[in-house]
């Protein structure tokens, strides 16, 4: 469907937005549910981005409770007089015993294991999950998208920011769509990349994106 083709009044716009970069992004680490503060990098990518969306009128903000989100939407919205409202539906994917570590070898298995929970059946992807941690596509998509479709119906015809993390847009967009795994490779969402979305609460609809690395 043709976002212009649209009566935009039945939708709420949603911006999605990446949290600004960390020290563990630095370091190369799997941040899943752990916590790594923002670079002064980040920082400043998150006060570019609100100036940006100063523009933008947004009935609410909503981000992630881990505080590199939660850190990212305070700056974004720094001249605005909005509470930012936190979240664990809205938290990155957890990589269970893998959170917080790095190294080639690490990545490699944590690519593996996510490759081979989404080819097993359900039953069979919930016992891998339960030895390693990683939380599978479906439980991740179940608790984000349930909470977009609730911001969404309460907010038609309003704009809404919501901070979140990069694994959680990138499988979010693949389950709408917008691309596969090839056109959309792991860290393929930069920091405070955005993506416009609207909703009805049924239906998502991608306007734009920016900092979203598609191939081809």
Known sequence: MNPTDLDKKKYCTLYLVRHGQTVWNLEKRFQGHKDSPLTKEGEDQ????????NHIDFAAVFSSDLMRAKRTAEMIILEKKLA????????????????????LEIGKIVHEELEMLNRL????????SSRSGIETNDRLMGRFINFLREISVGFTNKNVLIVTHGGVLRTFLIHIGF????????NSIENTAVVKLLSDGVD?????TEGVNKVG
């Open 46 to 53: 998150a006060r570019t981005l609100g100036k940006k969306l």
């Open 179 to 186: 691309g596969d795994n090839k056109a959309l490779p792991f």
């Open 204 to 208: 998502f609809i991608v306007e734009r």
């Open 121 to 128: 059946s359900e039953e069979q992807a919930r016992e891998l």
């Open 84 to 103: 930012v409202q936190t979240s664990q539906a809205l938290r990155e994917r957890s990589f269970g015993r893998y959170d917080g570590k790095s190294g």
